[in-house]
């Protein structure tokens, strides 16, 4: 079975619409039950869910954690081409290509019978409803595991921290006026980008931790005005911050409120994902892909968040773990094949190598915990 061909078959679906994501999940369960892998199907918010598991009830339990859709692209990204090394099309870093090394991984451990490994792919990672997600409703409804790897790119680093998420909708006021006189108003939409600014360079912005140089901060979304010929007296923005484990949120809001003629309307908050560098899952983990590589596997922190952080508020160790890569969510996606290879092989060797290391008897000396506020 080859990870590159199953990765190139998953990336001609436009998983970015409902039918796309069907016939991808109908594909990725028949692939499975073909090859003898016992699958649940279900449902969520009317899109399909696999669940696989193999290996036996008992013993140490592991989670591969993939999502199967996708960010709108151009019809001729879901053809996929090969130049060199590179696997390029929309999905093919993000996550397509992990997706297909995991799913091969699943069946090359299938025979072991001392280590549980369930599969979970999920169809709304990429969905815009924030507030209600797949993976954190398979968590409320009792999902469990000793171990988590949530398959994001990080270039076959291990993900051990995450940025927490700030999202802030502000509303920006000013004095109408008619469009031929402007100077008789106070243009809302140009104050808003003046608030942005303002928003970049307050104390937080210039602030770093161990794993981040800084925090990250991207206006994602502005309306303002309702006629051609009118000074717009209101414009609501959406700003995207995305914090520093180290970092209060309320204290960046009460920052923002600071500023001259800007009121906060909404808020959406996700805490900074972080798990111990010790915890003897990630020790192995670690373990296993350095045979993959030429040196050792480094811990890094991740700018952008992932479902990890819903396992890790339900106190189930989670990083985030896959292949080398770049270009995600760009037209010019692209996924190393060799580091797909290695990326199966690694999920393989952790697998089978688990029992030893916590045989070894190996104690996280701290608590995990998702951290909250960045207290």
Sequence with gaps: M????????????????????????????????????????????????????????????VILHGHIDVVPAHADQFTPRIEGDRLIGRGAYDMKGGLAAMMCAVHDVA???????????????ESENVEHRCTEALVEEGLRADFAITGEPT???????????????VEVSGIAAHGSTPWLGDNAILKAYDVFRRIETLGFSRESSELFDRPSINVARIDGGDAFNK???LCSMDVDIRYLPNQDPGEILADIRSLPDVRIVNTFQRAPAHVSRSNPYVRALRDAVSKSLDGEALSVGRDGASDAISFLEAGIPAVEFGPIGAGHHGPQEWVSIESLRRYRRALGDFVNELPAWLAGGVVEPAPLRAVEGGL
């Design 2 to 61: 080859d990870e590159r061909v199953l990765a190139e078959r998953l990336m001609t679906y436009d998983t970015s619409t409902g039918d796309g994501l069907r016939a991808a999940v109908g594909f990725v369960r028949g692939w499975l039950e073909a090859r003898e892998i016992p699958i649940q199907g279900r449902e969520f918010g009317g899109l399909p869910v696999v669940i696989a598991d193999v290996g036996p009830a008992g013993g140490p339990s």
């Design 111 to 125: 025979a072991n019978r001392q280590v549980r490994v369930r599969l979970i792919c999920v169809p709304d990672e």
């Design 155 to 169: 270039d076959l680093h291990i993900g051990v921290q995450a940025k927490g998420v700030l999202a802030v909708r």
């Design 231 to 233: 000074v717009p007296d």
